[in-house]
């Protein structure tokens, strides 16, 4: 049972520290709505989606009301749209104006799914839709990409991770008129989860149920507060313990969340995600936990460090809190959705070398980078390869959102809004891993993969 002390100290969280639910996303199987015509699959498509989602805004917006908890943004993430263009054929772009339309019809932020799993190589309906991945973002307005070309069973797949170079770009190019955000809604994996709530990365796998809400958690302006209070010389691990504790809290809030959502919409809950995911606002930043543990600035060296405990304690708190943690759980570091990364990024601290070093010990991976507009598909797919194979060692989920900025060049920025944020653009190597790309191929998984 809560008590009064419980309570207060959850209103400072939301009122003072920033603390809120970043989304619920309701997952949707729409491996029923395969069909040979895909004017008849679309239409499937439309109707389940609209039927299980229609009241997700109303049930999200209730929530908020009845506990005072901010809830960010609400959306829907569906099974790999590959899936349905493999059986129906025709212009996959198609389905992207269906995710799209239904979306707006709904009212959520986002829908993800637009996507395709080609760790191994293309199946049906794989290449057709990655080749049409810049269209579909370019001419839609909610609907978020992601294609996975590697894991730690099956290696990563060199054809597609070129493809994908070319894909981003391609969708940076398309958009340029607007901030280049084709390239924004886009990430390349390896070892995706099925369970993601976050955008643009999320898609509803085919081993979960036909629907379910999921919840991501936000609270690094929480962990940084409890951090300030503390002696300069804690020691590291009483610093690990307190972050742990508040990720408990965190967690337990999002459980709630999640588990009344799932009751109001008669759906299954799934899973919570308690990765501290930041924003450009002020005190709501993962750079400002690591500087507040004690480097004078999120790049230094230390970093990775400070950044592998800070990861390993959010997730010990939310295993303790609730037995249905899943998807990515850890901490972001998108450099322009979090003010500290770009006061990083903009001082030449931070770099992407650094970044590089830090996604293999945290969640995901070189998220929201803007870079020179002039850099060669050749230079993207180089970026995700590397990516991809940390993933594919540490057995963990890395992936690839870069922005080609078209027009800009190192030192300009690039502005995007609301949660994206604003970003400048990073400098790269200028030497070119052509050669290497241009062999296409497969990289062999590693030893570890021969676990079984």
Do not use: W
Not at 346 to 374: F, W
Request: glycine share 10%.
């Amino acid at each position: 049972m809560l008590n009064m002390s419980d309570i207060m100290e959850t209103i400072t969280m939301i009122q003072e520290e920033n603390l809120d639910i970043r989304t619920i996303t309701m997952g949707i199987s729409l491996i029923d709505c395969a069909d040979s015509d895909i004017d008849k699959s679309c239409e499937k498509v439309y109707n389940k989606i609209y039927s299980h989602a229609k009241d997700l805004v109303k049930t999200g917006k209730s929530i908020e009301k009845k506990y005072g908890i901010p809830i960010v943004n609400k959306r829907i993430a569906v099974t790999p749209i590959s899936m349905l263009a493999g059986v129906s054929g025709g212009d996959p772009v198609k389905y992207a104006k269906t995710l799209d339309r239904v979306a707006h019809d709904v009212g959520v932020n986002f829908i993800g799914g637009y996507s395709a799993l080609v760790q191994k190589g293309f199946s049906a309906g794989d290449r057709e839709l990655i080749e049409s991945i810049p269209r579909a973002l370019s001419e839609t307005e909610l609907v978020c990409s992601s294609v996975n070309v590697g894991s730690t069973k099956a290696g990563i797949n060199m054809d597609a991770v070129k493809i994908m170079g070319e894909t981003v770009r391609q969708a940076s190019e398309l958009t340029k008129d607007r901030q280049c955000i084709g390239a924004a809604k886009l990430v390349v994996f390896c070892n995706a989860v099925e369970d993601n709530p976050f955008m643009a990365g999320a898609f509803h796998g085919v081993g979960e149920a036909d629907c379910v809400i999921s919840v991501g958690v936000s609270g690094p302006g929480v962990v940084r507060s409890v951090l300030s209070k503390m002696p300069a010389d804690a020691p590291i691990n009483v610093v690990a313990e307190a972050i742990k504790k508040t990720a408990f809290k965190i967690t337990r809030i999002g459980q709630l969340v999640g588990r009344e959502a799932a009751d109001m919409l008669d759906v299954e809950f799934g899973i919570v995600d308690l990765s501290l995911a930041p924003t450009p606002a002020v005190g709501d930043s993962v750079a400002h936990i690591l500087e507040e543990i004690g480097l004078e600035q999120c790049g230094a060296h230390g970093t990775t460090a400070a950044l592998a405990m800070l990861n390993d304690a959010v997730k010990k708190g939310g295993v303790m809190a609730s037995s249905s943690v899943g998807g990515l759980s850890g901490a972001f570091i998108p450099v322009s959705e979090d003010a500290g990364m770009i006061a990083a990024a903009r001082n030449g601290v931070l770099s992407i070398e650094k970044l590089e070093a830090m996604t293999a010990v945290c969640s995901v991976g070189l998220d929201m980078i803007v870079i020179p507009g002039d850099t060669a598909s050749e230079v993207i797919s180089a970026i995700i390869a590397d990516e991809a194979a940390i993933g594919m060692v540490n057995s963990k989920t890395t992936a690839v959102r870069v922005i080609p900025a078209i027009g800009l060049k190192e030192g300009e920025e690039l502005d995007f809004g609301g949660l994206l944020g604003y970003g400048p653009v990073m400098p790269l190597r200028s030497q070119s891993p052509a050669k290497m790309i241009n062999r296409g191929g497969r990289i062999p998984a590693p030893l570890q993969s021969l676990k079984n």
